[in-house]
């Protein structure tokens, strides 16, 4: 079994930062990619951003040059470090990591969400 906890999420005003962290536990022999995803109310879940394992990274449009993602693998954590944060950033965010679990098997993995509300 592999668990991850969300931590960091927040009421902010617009252009204000937010950094969330999430940090993956249990039977993991190893983690392929991480990554956060969001969903607004109303709308399905989207990628925000991902980072794989030797650190290659993938950016929603919307958010790029804003959120930077960044990994520890020897503390199996991911982080987002959200900037100028928007209104329409409002949304629960979610963590997620697939890899290689013992015994040996896959994974993929989502965490229980943290909400980000950003004011106008």
């Known amino acids: 079994q592999v668990q991850l906890v969300e931590s960091g999420g927040g009421l902010v005003q617009a252009g204000g930062s937010l950094r969330l962290s999430c940090a993956a536990s249990?039977?993991?022999?190893?983690?392929?990619?991480m990554g956060w995803y969001r969903q607004a109310p109303g709308k399905q879940r989207e990628l925000v951003a991902t980072?794989?394992?030797?650190?290659?990274?993938t950016y929603a449009d919307s958010v790029k040059g804003r959120f930077t993602i960044s990994r520890d693998n020897a503390k199996n954590t991911v982080y987002l470090q959200m900037n100028s944060l928007k209104p329409e950033d409002t949304a629960v965010y979610y963590c997620?990591?697939?890899?290689?679990?013992?015994?040996?098997?896959?994974?993929?993995?989502w965490g229980q969400g943290t909400l980000v509300n950003v004011s106008s």
């Open positions: 997620n990591a697939h890899g290689l679990s013992i015994p040996l098997g896959t994974f993929d993995a």
């Open positions: 980072i794989t394992s030797r650190g290659t990274t």
């Open positions: 249990g039977t993991i022999l190893t983690i392929n990619a």
